[in-house]
């Protein structure tokens, strides 16, 4: 009762799984991913155990042949079950059984697969694939689109209710201590994937680390447009001097902060350069 994707970038060192469906909160059922083993969409008359039980055969070498091979074997209603699996390496293997509902099916492609039931027809899958192919840019962007084409293509043909896309790569999650790259989910939307690209944009500002080379000098223009800024807000107590000095700092650390970007900057990393994504930011929700 849906349409999914699993898929693997090898110069990113990214595995990623995303799904849409006419079904309340898809991705918490199908969506499972690790990095440097996979990952795994499991749906149909879903096994939700097929996910960390997939993951934790591909975590001990397995392909994801091998691991689909020994998961079916030990169900006893392969024929109600539908899975794609893309390993450690980027190889993939993917299962549609024979009595999901129509239109049911999957294809495989050079590092993902592609599959999906009760769709509108296969041109669903031939859209994600095509247009995953064709498309530039990281991966969780490339997924997305695959989402959206597949979406546009006819999708579930009971119609839309959720989509949702989990990335892994290793010491990539918040605080650097886990893999959840991205993990992002619309439960219950008219038009669930347009939402998760908007959701991923925001990812994106609040959650990407800054590009050092991309970084701006604070100098007195605009260490003076920040502390006016900081000033006009509470956070800055003294005078507008154009000087970046301790306290300038300490009050822009504490805005930073209260806004969630604190992936982008701190005090103890390159304090005298800014990222203009933050710049950018700050000008737009505070200069209105």
């Not at 392909?63 to 993939?92: F, P, Y």
């Not at 997305?144 to 009971?158: M, P, V």
């Not at 893999?179 to 990407?208: A, M, N, T």
């Given at each position: 009762?849906?349409?999914?994707i699993v898929?693997?970038?090898?110069?990113?060192?990214?595995?990623?799984?995303?799904?849409?469906?006419?079904?309340?909160?898809?991705?918490a059922?199908?969506?499972?991913?690790?990095?440097?083993?996979?990952?795994?969409?499991t749906?149909?008359?879903?096994k939700?155990?097929?996910?960390?039980?997939?993951?934790?055969?591909?975590?001990?070498?397995?392909?994801?042949?091998?691991?689909?091979?020994?998961?079916?074997?030990?169900?006893?209603?392969?024929?109600?079950?539908?899975?794609?699996?893309?390993?450690?390496?980027?190889?993939?293997?993917?299962?549609?059984?024979?009595?999901?509902?129509?239109?049911?099916?999957?294809?495989?492609?050079?590092?993902?697969?592609?599959q999906?039931?009760i769709?509108?027809?296969?041109?669903?899958?031939?859209?994600?694939?095509a247009?995953?192919?064709?498309?530039?840019?990281?991966?969780?962007?490339?997924?997305?689109?695959?989402?959206?084409?597949?979406?546009?293509?006819g999708?579930?043909?009971?119609?839309?209710?959720?989509?949702?896309?989990?990335?892994?790569?290793?010491?990539?999650?918040?605080?650097?201590?886990?893999?959840?790259?991205?993990?992002?989910?619309?439960?219950?939307?008219v038009?669930?994937?347009?939402?998760?690209?908007?959701?991923?944009?925001?990812?994106?500002l609040y959650?990407?680390?800054?590009?050092?080379?991309?970084?701006?000098?604070?100098?007195a223009?605009?260490?003076?447009?920040?502390q006016?800024?900081?000033?006009?807000?509470?956070?800055?107590?003294?005078?507008?001097?154009?000087?970046?000095?301790?306290?300038?700092?300490?009050?822009?650390?504490?805005?930073?902060g209260?806004?969630?970007?604190?992936?982008?900057?701190?005090?103890?990393?390159?304090?005298?350069?800014?990222?203009?994504?933050?710049?950018?930011?700050?000008?737009?929700?505070?200069?209105?």
């Amino acid at each position: 009762m849906t349409f999914s994707i699993v898929a693997y970038s090898p110069t990113e060192q990214q595995w990623g799984a995303a799904v849409a469906s006419k079904f309340l909160a898809a991705a918490a059922v199908v969506c499972h991913a690790q990095a440097g083993s996979g990952a795994v969409a499991t749906q149909a008359f879903a096994k939700v155990g097929f996910g960390p039980d997939g993951l934790a055969l591909m975590g001990k070498g397995l392909s994801a042949e091998e691991a689909l091979a020994k998961l079916l074997a030990a169900d006893s209603s392969v024929e109600d079950r539908q899975v794609g699996l893309v390993d450690a390496k980027g190889n993939v293997a993917a299962h549609t059984g024979e009595d999901c509902f129509e239109y049911a099916g999957h294809l495989l492609g050079e590092g993902f697969t592609c599959q999906g039931n009760i769709l509108a027809g296969r041109g669903v899958l031939e859209a994600m694939a095509a247009t995953f192919r064709s498309t530039q840019g990281p991966l969780a962007e490339r997924m997305i689109a695959a989402l959206l084409a597949g979406d546009r293509a006819g999708g579930d043909r009971r119609g839309r209710q959720s989509a949702g896309i989990v990335i892994v790569k290793q010491g990539a999650g918040y605080g650097g201590d886990n893999d959840r790259y991205i993990d992002l989910r619309v439960d219950d939307h008219v038009d669930p994937v347009v939402r998760l690209g908007e959701l991923l944009k925001l990812q994106r500002l609040y959650f990407d680390k800054s590009d050092i080379a991309a970084r701006l000098p604070i100098d007195a223009t605009l260490a003076t447009e920040l502390q006016t800024l900081l000033k006009r807000l509470g956070h800055y107590q003294g005078e507008i001097t154009g000087n970046w000095d301790a306290p300038s700092r300490e009050a822009f650390w504490e805005l930073v902060g209260i806004e969630n970007l604190e992936e982008r900057w701190a005090p103890d990393e390159s304090p005298e350069l800014l990222d203009p994504v933050i710049l950018d930011f700050l000008r737009e929700r505070f200069n209105k």
